[in-house]
């Protein structure tokens, strides 16, 4: 069991940045995938971004490459997003996700992770 706990969120101007944390409770995280996904009012979830449990490979939606990047610290049991170049569009409540490793399922989907955050709020004024 994972249990994992977003936090960062916050109100910023188009063109800042913020820094979302994703901390993880449980001594195997660094066994588990992690993607964050987000979910702006009246649309679905998607994809935003995606670690493998060694930090080797990373995944971006289209929409966000270029200006957000995925890391962890397995030490601190946390995954971090940093997202600069803000833009209005980027507004929505960001979700992080976890799994056991599966190298052979998608990072990409939704429904492939098994644990999932409550949530932290961005908002980015124009």
């Known amino acids: 069991q994972v249990q994992l706990v977003e936090s960062g969120g916050g109100l910023v101007q188009a063109g800042g940045s913020l820094r979302l944390s994703c901390a993880a409770s449980?001594?195997?995280?660094?066994?588990?995938?992690v993607g964050w996904f987000r979910q702006a009012p009246g649309k679905e979830r998607e994809f935003v971004a995606a670690?493998?449990?060694?930090?080797?490979?990373?995944y971006y939606a289209d929409s966000v490459k270029g200006r957000f990047t995925i890391s962890r610290d397995n030490a601190k049991s946390t995954v971090y997003l940093q997202m600069n170049s803000l833009k209005p569009e980027d507004t929505a409540v960001y979700y992080c996700a976890a799994r056991f490793r599966d190298p052979s399922s998608s990072y990409y989907y939704v429904g492939g992770y098994d644990y999932w955050g409550q949530g932290t709020q961005v908002t980015v004024s124009s």
């Open positions: 449980g001594r195997t995280f660094s066994t588990y995938d």
């Open positions: 670690i493998t449990w060694s930090g080797g490979s990373t």
